[in-house]
Protein backbone atom coordinates (compact mmCIF):
# COMPACT_ATOMS: atom_id res chain seq x y z
CA UNK A 1 0.00 0.00 0.00
CA UNK A 2 1.04 3.62 -1.04
CA UNK A 3 3.19 5.08 2.35
CA UNK A 4 2.88 8.57 3.56
CA UNK A 5 2.76 10.98 0.57
CA UNK A 6 3.73 14.80 1.65
CA UNK A 7 3.78 17.84 -0.92
CA UNK A 8 5.68 19.76 -1.64
CA UNK A 9 8.49 18.19 -1.43
CA UNK A 10 10.67 21.22 -1.63
CA UNK A 11 9.57 24.76 -1.74
CA UNK A 12 11.78 28.63 -1.16
CA UNK A 13 9.70 30.92 0.49
CA UNK A 14 10.86 34.41 1.39
CA UNK A 15 10.79 35.99 5.29
CA UNK A 16 7.09 37.26 6.31
CA UNK A 17 5.47 34.71 3.92
CA UNK A 18 3.26 32.04 4.79
CA UNK A 19 3.71 28.26 3.79
CA UNK A 20 1.14 25.50 4.19
CA UNK A 21 2.18 21.82 3.97
CA UNK A 22 -0.40 18.81 3.06
CA UNK A 23 -0.02 15.18 4.58
CA UNK A 24 -1.68 12.48 3.30
CA UNK A 25 -1.40 9.30 5.63
CA UNK A 26 -1.43 5.43 4.63
CA UNK A 27 -4.82 4.50 4.23
CA UNK A 28 -6.31 3.46 7.11
CA UNK A 29 -4.18 5.51 9.69
CA UNK A 30 -5.92 7.95 11.44
CA UNK A 31 -3.27 9.79 13.82
CA UNK A 32 -0.78 12.17 12.08
CA UNK A 33 1.71 14.08 13.40
CA UNK A 34 3.97 16.49 12.69
CA UNK A 35 7.74 17.00 13.55
CA UNK A 36 10.59 19.62 11.91
CA UNK A 37 13.74 18.59 11.54
CA UNK A 38 16.83 21.31 11.46
CA UNK A 39 20.90 20.19 11.98
CA UNK A 40 20.73 21.95 14.91
CA UNK A 41 17.61 21.04 17.18
CA UNK A 42 17.32 17.47 15.41
CA UNK A 43 13.62 16.05 15.17
CA UNK A 44 11.17 17.85 17.60
CA UNK A 45 7.61 17.22 17.65
CA UNK A 46 5.24 19.88 16.48
CA UNK A 47 1.51 18.84 16.94
CA UNK A 48 -0.75 15.50 16.66
CA UNK A 49 -3.75 14.92 15.13
CA UNK A 50 -6.44 12.26 15.72
CA UNK A 51 -10.26 12.50 14.26
CA UNK A 52 -9.92 15.91 13.47
CA UNK A 53 -8.84 17.27 17.16
CA UNK A 54 -5.32 18.43 18.33
CA UNK A 55 -3.99 16.21 21.16
CA UNK A 56 -0.73 17.19 21.95
CA UNK A 57 1.59 20.38 20.72
CA UNK A 58 4.54 20.88 20.86
CA UNK A 59 6.79 23.74 21.96
CA UNK A 60 6.57 25.84 18.97
CA UNK A 61 4.96 29.33 18.47
CA UNK A 62 1.24 30.10 17.38
CA UNK A 63 2.43 31.30 13.87
CA UNK A 64 2.59 27.18 13.28
CA UNK A 65 -0.66 25.25 13.17
CA UNK A 66 -2.68 22.33 11.79
CA UNK A 67 -5.66 20.58 11.15
CA UNK A 68 -6.69 17.26 9.80
CA UNK A 69 -9.47 17.02 7.33
CA UNK A 70 -12.42 14.17 7.57
CA UNK A 71 -10.44 11.49 5.91
CA UNK A 72 -7.15 11.72 8.07
CA UNK A 73 -5.30 14.17 5.87
CA UNK A 74 -3.29 16.79 7.18
CA UNK A 75 -1.82 20.29 6.40
CA UNK A 76 -0.18 22.79 9.00
CA UNK A 77 0.28 26.15 8.04
CA UNK A 78 3.58 28.07 9.29
CA UNK A 79 2.44 32.11 8.85
CA UNK A 80 5.04 34.87 8.98
CA UNK A 81 7.89 32.98 7.93
CA UNK A 82 11.83 33.89 9.66
CA UNK A 83 15.05 32.71 8.87
CA UNK A 84 15.03 29.52 11.27
CA UNK A 85 11.92 27.91 10.42
CA UNK A 86 14.16 26.74 7.20
CA UNK A 87 14.12 22.89 8.22
CA UNK A 88 12.49 19.29 6.72
CA UNK A 89 9.20 19.12 7.98
CA UNK A 90 7.86 15.30 8.38
CA UNK A 91 4.71 13.83 8.99
CA UNK A 92 4.06 10.51 10.49
CA UNK A 93 0.99 8.38 10.31
CA UNK A 94 -0.04 5.75 12.74
CA UNK A 95 -3.21 3.29 13.19
CA UNK A 96 -4.72 5.56 16.07
CA UNK A 97 -5.91 4.00 19.28
CA UNK A 98 -4.78 0.25 19.59
CA UNK A 99 -5.56 0.11 23.67
CA UNK A 100 -1.45 0.47 24.91
CA UNK A 101 -1.26 4.03 23.49
CA UNK A 102 1.60 3.37 21.60
CA UNK A 103 1.97 3.19 17.66
CA UNK A 104 4.65 2.52 15.28
CA UNK A 105 4.92 6.13 13.37
CA UNK A 106 5.87 5.90 9.73
CA UNK A 107 7.20 8.89 8.32
CA UNK A 108 6.98 10.41 5.01
CA UNK A 109 9.71 11.53 3.02
CA UNK A 110 9.59 15.29 4.14
CA UNK A 111 8.81 18.58 2.63
CA UNK A 112 12.17 21.01 2.47
CA UNK A 113 11.49 24.37 3.48
CA UNK A 114 13.96 26.86 2.83
CA UNK A 115 13.30 30.90 4.18
CA UNK A 116 15.29 33.48 2.56
CA UNK B 1 22.35 34.40 14.57
CA UNK B 2 24.39 31.44 13.28
CA UNK B 3 22.92 28.37 14.49
CA UNK B 4 25.07 25.03 15.70
CA UNK B 5 24.44 22.20 14.17
CA UNK B 6 24.15 19.51 16.56
CA UNK B 7 27.68 17.26 16.59
CA UNK B 8 26.49 13.70 15.66
CA UNK B 9 28.39 10.51 17.22
CA UNK B 10 30.23 8.62 14.80
CA UNK B 11 30.25 4.65 14.09
CA UNK B 12 32.81 3.31 11.67
CA UNK B 13 32.55 -0.03 10.84
CA UNK B 14 33.75 -2.86 8.18
CA UNK B 15 31.17 -4.65 6.60
CA UNK B 16 30.48 -7.86 7.93
CA UNK B 17 31.18 -6.08 11.75
CA UNK B 18 28.88 -5.74 14.20
CA UNK B 19 27.48 -2.81 15.34
CA UNK B 20 26.04 -1.13 18.44
CA UNK B 21 24.44 1.89 19.04
CA UNK B 22 24.01 3.81 22.28
CA UNK B 23 21.19 5.93 23.50
CA UNK B 24 20.28 7.61 26.69
CA UNK B 25 17.07 8.75 27.54
CA UNK B 26 15.78 10.96 29.69
CA UNK B 27 12.34 10.48 31.36
CA UNK B 28 11.66 7.20 33.84
CA UNK B 29 7.96 7.55 32.89
CA UNK B 30 8.93 6.48 29.41
CA UNK B 31 6.89 3.46 28.80
CA UNK B 32 7.84 2.94 24.78
CA UNK B 33 11.28 3.15 22.70
CA UNK B 34 11.63 3.02 19.14
CA UNK B 35 14.88 2.62 16.76
CA UNK B 36 14.80 4.67 13.48
CA UNK B 37 16.72 4.75 10.68
CA UNK B 38 17.18 8.21 8.18
CA UNK B 39 19.19 7.69 4.75
CA UNK B 40 20.13 10.79 2.93
CA UNK B 41 16.95 12.45 1.39
CA UNK B 42 14.58 10.57 3.02
CA UNK B 43 12.62 10.52 5.93
CA UNK B 44 13.03 8.47 9.57
CA UNK B 45 12.18 4.31 8.45
CA UNK B 46 11.27 2.54 11.84
CA UNK B 47 13.03 -0.57 12.49
CA UNK B 48 12.05 -1.90 16.11
CA UNK B 49 10.10 -1.31 19.02
CA UNK B 50 10.13 -2.33 22.71
CA UNK B 51 8.46 -1.70 25.43
CA UNK B 52 9.08 -0.77 28.66
CA UNK B 53 7.74 -3.86 30.33
CA UNK B 54 10.66 -5.81 28.59
CA UNK B 55 14.70 -5.70 28.31
CA UNK B 56 15.19 -7.41 24.83
CA UNK B 57 13.40 -7.61 21.52
CA UNK B 58 15.04 -9.56 18.22
CA UNK B 59 14.36 -8.75 14.98
CA UNK B 60 15.72 -9.55 11.87
CA UNK B 61 19.83 -8.67 12.17
CA UNK B 62 18.84 -6.15 14.59
CA UNK B 63 18.16 -6.35 18.71
CA UNK B 64 17.02 -3.78 21.23
CA UNK B 65 18.23 -4.18 24.49
CA UNK B 66 16.68 -2.15 27.40
CA UNK B 67 18.34 -1.26 31.03
CA UNK B 68 15.49 0.70 32.61
CA UNK B 69 17.60 0.95 35.73
CA UNK B 70 20.50 3.16 34.46
CA UNK B 71 18.02 4.64 31.62
CA UNK B 72 20.19 3.49 28.27
CA UNK B 73 18.91 2.05 24.91
CA UNK B 74 20.88 0.40 22.46
CA UNK B 75 20.95 -1.15 18.98
CA UNK B 76 22.55 -3.94 17.38
CA UNK B 77 23.08 -4.89 14.19
CA UNK B 78 24.93 -8.06 13.17
CA UNK B 79 26.50 -8.31 9.83
CA UNK B 80 26.33 -5.14 9.24
CA UNK B 81 26.19 -3.88 5.12
CA UNK B 82 27.24 -0.63 3.12
CA UNK B 83 23.18 -0.81 3.31
CA UNK B 84 23.28 -0.03 6.63
CA UNK B 85 24.96 3.31 6.41
CA UNK B 86 22.41 5.88 8.23
CA UNK B 87 21.54 8.13 11.01
CA UNK B 88 20.12 6.20 13.20
CA UNK B 89 17.86 7.95 16.11
CA UNK B 90 16.48 6.12 19.20
CA UNK B 91 13.45 7.83 20.06
CA UNK B 92 10.76 7.45 23.59
CA UNK B 93 6.89 7.91 23.78
CA UNK B 94 6.85 9.29 27.56
CA UNK B 95 3.46 10.83 26.77
CA UNK B 96 1.30 7.59 28.36
CA UNK B 97 -1.80 6.94 26.86
CA UNK B 98 -2.55 10.77 26.00
CA UNK B 99 -0.45 10.16 22.59
CA UNK B 100 -0.10 7.92 19.74
CA UNK B 101 2.23 10.17 18.02
CA UNK B 102 4.23 12.02 20.07
CA UNK B 103 7.83 11.23 20.45
CA UNK B 104 10.76 12.79 22.01
CA UNK B 105 13.81 11.86 20.12
CA UNK B 106 17.58 11.25 20.58
CA UNK B 107 20.20 13.39 18.33
CA UNK B 108 20.94 10.50 15.93
CA UNK B 109 24.27 8.54 15.68
CA UNK B 110 26.11 8.26 12.06
CA UNK B 111 26.79 4.81 11.18
CA UNK B 112 29.41 4.42 8.40
CA UNK B 113 29.69 0.86 7.13
CA UNK B 114 33.14 0.86 4.85
CA UNK B 115 33.20 -2.27 2.06
Known amino acids: KAGVTQTPRYLIKTRGQQVTLSCSPISGHRSVSWYQQTPGQGLQFLFE???????NKGNFPGRFSGRQFSNSRSEMNVSTLELGDSALYLC???????????????FGAGSRLTVL | GESVGLHLPTLSVQEGDNSIINCAYSNSASDYFIWYKQESGKGPQFIID?????DKRQGQRVTVLLNKTVKHLSLQIAATQPGDSAVYFC??????????????FGQGTILTVHP
Open chain 1, 49 to 55: YFSETQR
Open chain 2, 91 to 104: AENNAGGTSYGKLT
Open chain 1, 92 to 106: ASSLGPQGSGANVLT
Open chain 2, 50 to 54: IRSNM
